[in-house]
Structures are given as C-alpha cells and as structure tokens.
C-alpha cells in the first residue's frame, strides 16, 4: 500500500486519482478536492539541505511537505531530491526557490537558486476553486446547465397568449 501511495499521484483519463488509507466512518461521497499531493523535484540543492529538516524547510516554500521518496532520504541520486507536498488550489507554482548556503571557509551564507520541477500539476477551476478539472468541465456548471428555465404566472399572462389561444 506504501508503495501504491508514493509512486502516485494517479491519473486516470487524465484525472487525479486520490488514494488514501481507508478509515471507519469514511465518506464515499465525490468531494471538492481544494489540495492535492504532487511530486516536485528539487534540483541544485546544497549538500547541507539533505535531511530530512533541510529537505521539509525547503519543500515548504511549494506546499506541505508530506513526505521524500526512498531514494531521497537514502541520498542514492544526488542530482535531485525528490519531495511529495500538498498543493493548495491557491498555491503558487514557483519555478525557482532560494536557499541560503554557508560558506564554510568564510563563515557566510550565500544565496543559491534551487530549480523545482513539477512531474504532474492538477488542472484548476476558476469557477468552483477546485482541483482536478476546469471550468469548461466544471461539474456545478453541468448541473446549472441542466436545470429547467423557471416559469411563473405574471398578472400580464393574457399579453403574451396567440390570438388564437383556447379556441380549438
């Protein structure tokens, strides 16, 4: 299950498939999915930032560090760390992060600029604030769409009837 988990996120038909454990009580009602977990790599990372604090503080300028993959906190591919974090519908997407790095021989920290790539973004919806489709697919716009025109009986209701309304 651990491994189902980690390796996501799912797409199915090119949607989000969201797993998680199952527990008592549990809705299995659609929900209106406002975060979801996305995998980010970070590359150019400083040596200093590979634990698991350097690799939460810096995942944290994306989303809500969840968890790194094995390979990541085995520090078995240097070239990149990569992170699970919880993105909000609201979250920015940079492409870039800064990081401060010391110096040993000086004493200093130095700027260094961090790449983040995503390997999977959720479509968002202007319309409901969601994640998972766009507006165009929007499931409350199908419904609105869907719904009958409201008619009512207006004292003027006789204005609007053909000449030859009632008579057969």
Known sequence: MEEV???????????PVVLQPW???MSLRRQKHLQV???IRIRHLP???WTEDGLSAVASGIGTPLYADKITKNCL????????VMLHY????????IVLSPILAEGKEVPIKV???YEWLPLRCSHCCSL?????????MRVAKQRPPLLCMCKNDSQRRGENWGTS
């Open 23 to 25: 527990e008592q009580g």
């Open 115 to 117: 790449d983040i790539e």
């Open 5 to 15: 988990i980690e390796e996501g996120p799912w797409l199915f038909q090119g949607q």
């Open 77 to 84: 591919r240097l070239d990149f760390a990569r992170v699970c």
């Open 37 to 39: 977990p996305v995998w």
């Open 132 to 140: 998972g489709h766009t507006a165009s697919a929007c499931p409350e």
């Open 90 to 97: 609201h979250s920015k997407l940079p492409k870039h992060l």
């Open 47 to 49: 040596m200093e930032y």
